[in-house]
C-alpha cells in the first residue's frame, strides 16, 4: 500500500539556520502530497501542498517541490525562526483516492533562539 | 478559510467507562469526515471513515463496537470510546475536506488527548 517515510527527529536549529526535512513515498501514479504541521498543544494546520510533479507548493517560507523521479517532497525553510518549532509531518493523498491521508512519522523541530 | 473544531481538548476518564469526542465543521457542510488516532512519537493513523447518513467504514484492526462513530448531521461527527483501557489513552483527531489553498483541502480539528487512568 502507500506509505511515506520522513526522516527522524529531533531536528535541532539556531535561529536563521536552513531547515531540510526530507520525505519519500511510495505510491501508484501521482499521489497529492502534503506538509502539515503541529504547534504545540495544537491540531494539525495544513502548511502546504502540491497536487503534480514538478509543482512547488510554499507558504510562510517553507517550500517543497513534488519530484516525481525520485518520488521526494522534501520540506526547505531558509532561515528557521523560533516560531517554527514544531512537529511536522508529510503525507499524501492517493491519485483518484478519498480524502483520507497517509502520513508519516512526523519530524520534531526544534529553533532555539 | 475552513475550520474543523473538536472537543473536549482533554478528557481523563476511567476504566470502564465511556468518553465521547465531537468534531465540528464550523463554516462548511461536510457529508464524510475522517478520525486518525496518534501514539506518542508515532505517525497519524486513519481508524475510520464517518459517513452522513450512513455507516462508518472502519480501517483493518479497529474494533467497530469499541469506537462508536456517528455522523449526525452534515456539519457534527461523533467518536465514542466504550469501556476505555489505559491502552485507548491517545490522542485522537478528526478532518473534514473543504475548500481552500486553491481547491479540496482536509482540515484537522485540534485533537483531543485521551487519558485512561
Known amino acids: 500500500g502507500d506509505s511515506v517515510t520522513q526522516m527522524e527527529g529531533p531536528v535541532t536549529l539556531s535561529e536563521e539556520a536552513f531547515l531540510t526535512i526530507n520525505c519519500t513515498y511510495t505510491?501508484?501514479?501521482?499521489?497529492?502530497l502534503f506538509w502539515y504541521v503541529q504547534y504545540p498543544g495544537e491540531g494539525l494546520q495544513l502548511l502546504l501542498k502540491a497536487t503534480k510533479a514538478d509543482d512547488k507548493g510554499s507558504n510562510k517560507g517553507f517550500e517543497a517541490t513534488y519530484r516525481k523521479e525520485t518520488t521526494s517532497f522534501h520540506l526547505e525553510k531558509g532561515s528557521v525562526q523560533v516560531s517554527d518549532s514544531a512537529v511536522y509531518f508529510c503525507a499524501l493523498r492517493s491519485q483518484g483516492g478519498s480524502e483520507k491521508l497517509v502520513f508519516g512519522k512526523g519530524t520534531k523541530l526544534t529553533v532555539n533562539p | 478559510g475552513a475550520v474543523v473544531s473538536q472537543h473536549p481538548s482533554r478528557v481523563i476518564c476511567k476504566s470502564g467507562t465511556s468518553v465521547k469526542i465531537e468534531c465540528r465543521s464550523l463554516?462548511?457542510?461536510?457529508?464524510?469526515m475522517f478520525w486518525y488516532r496518534q501514539f506518542p512519537k508515532q505517525s497519524l493513523m486513519l481508524m475510520a471513515t464517518s459517513n452522513e447518513g450512513s455507516k462508518a467504514t472502519y480501517e483493518q484492526g479497529v474494533e467497530k463496537d469499541k469506537f462508536l462513530i456517528n455522523h449526525a448531521s452534515l456539519t457534527l461527527s461523533t467518536l465514542t470510546v466504550t469501556s476505555a483501557h489505559p491502552e485507548d489513552s491517545s490522542f485522537y483527531i478528526c478532518?473534514?475536506?473543504?475548500?481552500?489553498?486553491?481547491?479540496?483541502?482536509?482540515?484537522f480539528g485540534e485533537g483531543s488527548w485521551l487519558t485512561v487512568v
Open positions: 463554516d462548511f457542510q461536510a457529508t464524510t
Open positions: 478532518s473534514a475536506p473543504g475548500q481552500g489553498f486553491g481547491g479540496n483541502t482536509i482540515y
Open positions: 505510491a501508484t501514479g501521482y499521489p497529492s
